[in-house]
């Protein structure tokens, strides 16, 4: 989460796809309500793409802030399909 917050904070992004499962002291949740309090990146797109499959862990990235959420195994066309609909936005 360290890492991926000084990428965000240090480059011009123009979308995140979020591991729900970061290690370390954040997760991906967290990281992405960090993401979301910050107004140079409230119009980002951030997708959630997990391991977890719980209707709750959908509920849970939706409401930190994700703008979609994706649970593995899924359909990679369907992953680029929701990326670029959301970068036309």
Not at 14 to 19: F, H, R, T
Not at 51 to 73: M, T, V, W
């Amino acid at each position: 989460a360290a890492a991926a917050w000084s990428i965000i904070d240090r480059e011009s992004i123009q979308l995140v796809l979020m591991d729900l499962s970061l290690q370390g002291d954040e997760d991906g949740i967290s990281l992405t309500k960090r993401i979301r309090k910050d107004q140079r990146f409230i119009d980002v797109p951030i997708i959630a793409v997990t391991a977890h499959a719980f209707p709750k862990d959908r509920i849970q990235s939706l409401e930190a802030g994700c703008n979609a959420y994706f649970s593995k195994p899924f359909q990679i066309d369907e992953l680029k399909s929701s990326m670029a609909s959301l970068l036309k936005q």
